[in-house]
């Protein structure tokens, strides 16, 4: 069974400040993790995705995120927020192979961009 | 926009009734699936179909049942309703056939309250 641990439910940060969003994810077969991010009253918008490959992935908006397989974590980064990414942002982590892409997302994490 | 279409937008209902939300997946793609999204449980998946035949079931309700139709667009039916219900029930979907980890597109939800 798959699970994400997203550490903090609520980030509080000022404008052009840098932010990190934890993720921690738990499963027994390889993982692909992925970053969506939900603006009020709106759908969920993909950031990024980390498949395979080279453990820092960039995504839209200046996010990125960086894999660690022993730590088992999946944090996001931005360097320098705008008012504009004030959002709550969703880990997620799907086990791929066959059909079966579910995603089982984290609880959230809302960040707040105070001028 | 995503490409993926739910209505209603928004519906109130009462205790005990029925509903139907209703999704249109993007273009192409072959596999719907629901989520429902909730201040106390967040984002859960509900079910998966693929190409009309259910692939994976999560923590769908006996009393939520789904479809997926030939032209592909797919129906969430929730009866005797229960106050509890009230929720943001998404629709998404994506092709498996790009390849592992594709990306899960969804709509912008349909707002469900039960009074």
């Known amino acids: 069974a798959q699970s994400v641990t997203q550490l903090d439910s609520q980030v509080p940060v000022f404008e052009e400040a840098p932010v990190e969003l934890r993720c921690n994810y738990s499963s027994s077969v390889s993982v692909y993790l992925f970053w969506y991010v939900q603006y009020p009253n709106q759908g969920l918008q993909l950031l990024l995705k980390y498949l395979s490959g080279s453990t820092l992935v960039k995504g839209i908006n200046g996010f990125e995120a960086e894999f660690n397989k022993s730590q088992t974590s999946f944090h996001l980064r931005k360097p320098s927020v705008h008012i504009s990414d004030t959002a709550e942002y969703f880990c997620?982590?799907?086990?791929?192979?066959?059909?079966?892409?579910?995603?089982?997302f984290g609880k959230g994490t809302l960040l707040t961009v105070n001028p | 926009d995503s490409g993926v279409t739910q209505t209603p937008k928004h519906l109130i209902t009462a205790t005990g009734q029925r509903v139907t939300l209703r999704c249109s997946p993007r273009?192409?793609?072959?596999?719907v699936y629901w989520y429902q999204q909730s201040l106390d449980q967040g984002l859960q998946f509900l079910i998966q179909?693929?190409?009309?035949?259910?692939?994976a079931k999560g923590n769908i309700l006996e009393r939520f049942s789904a479809q997926q139709f030939p032209d592909l667009h797919s129906e969430l039916n929730l009866s005797s309703l229960e106050l509890g219900d009230s929720a943001l029930y998404f629709c998404?979907?994506?092709?498996?056939?790009?390849?592992?980890?594709?990306?899960?597109?969804f709509g912008e939800g349909s707002w469900l309250t039960v009074v």
């Open positions: 997620a982590v799907s086990g791929g192979g066959g059909s079966n892409y579910k995603l089982t």
């Open positions: 273009s192409g793609d072959l596999s």
């Open positions: 998404a979907s994506s092709d498996p056939t790009g390849g592992v980890g594709n990306t899960i597109y």
């Open positions: 179909y693929y190409n009309g035949e259910e692939r």
